[in-house]
């Protein structure tokens, strides 16, 4: 899916097969970077991007920083170099982190929010409370964590996109909780739960819970489970395919 509104490097071909870096700008249109696709990444695209047309009347590309603050980049550009690190992420987190940083960028783009400095209290109040009225406080919490660990990121690299944000230091929503109970089954209760349950003819029940209780899977990878995990010799969990499987 093609990004709007943030500035969106891609390459182009010409006639002779050779490939070109270029860049779609919010507001601007298309730019030639004069770099070739075997001469830099998506990511050194951007910054190239970035530096070179920091000066255009759209100040949401890049503006130097006042009084010794750090250089920034727009919140758009900071997000599409957050989630274009090497962050070694699943394709399934990626999904969600994109999906949450963009939706974050679009709202404080509404807003006349566009660069990390216009980061605010009552702007960021502001957000919380439109977004409480349509998820819940928890969900509240992951999007700010997905928009505080971008801003941390981009203030921490050397030259920083950005400087540290009131974002940073701001407590999460408190979040409605449940008392746990961490005493778990002994052996002898599961022995006694599953002849039980093996008598009543409760036979895929009877499998289950036998096969939860004595592994200790977690509901997740209970649902993802198959037949060939479970032999005579054991039980063998096999985590999905990508970083996480070499972790």
Not at 143 to 169: H, I, K, Q
Not at 184 to 196: D, E, L
């Amino acid at each position: 899916r093609v990004q709007r509104g943030v500035i969106r490097p891609y390459l182009r071909a010409t006639a002779s097969g050779e490939r070109w870096w270029w860049v779609a700008l919010p507001r601007v249109g298309r730019k030639a970077l004069g770099l070739r696709a075997t001469e830099a990444t998506r990511g050194e695209a951007l910054k190239a991007a970035v530096e070179r047309f920091g000066g255009h009347d759209t100040s949401t590309l890049q503006r130097a920083g006042d009084d010794g603050r750090a250089a920034e980049v727009a919140l758009s550009a900071l997000a599409l170099s957050y989630t274009d690190a090497p962050h070694g992420w699943t394709a399934r987190t990626r999904h969600t982190i994109e999906l949450r940083a963009v939706a974050f960028v679009e709202w404080m783009d509404t807003h006349n929010v566009t660069l990390p400095s216009q980061l605010s209290d009552s702007v960021l109040d502001l957000w919380r409370t439109e977004r409480m009225t349509a998820v819940s406080r928890a969900t509240v919490n992951r999007d700010e964590c997905v928009a505080r660990r971008m801003l941390a990121w981009g203030a921490s690299l050397s030259p920083p996109l950005c400087d540290v944000t009131p974002l940073a230091r701001r407590r999460p929503v408190r979040e409605p909780s449940r008392p746990r109970r961490r005493v778990i089954h002994s052996p002898a209760q599961v022995a006694r739960m599953v002849a039980w349950a093996r008598s009543q003819g409760h036979t895929g029940w009877t499998l289950t819970a036998a096969v939860l209780e004595s592994t200790g899977w977690r509901i997740d990878e209970a649902r993802q489970a198959d037949a060939g995990w479970i032999t005579a010799t054991g039980v063998r969990l096999s985590p999905a395919q990508g970083p996480a499987s070499q972790a």
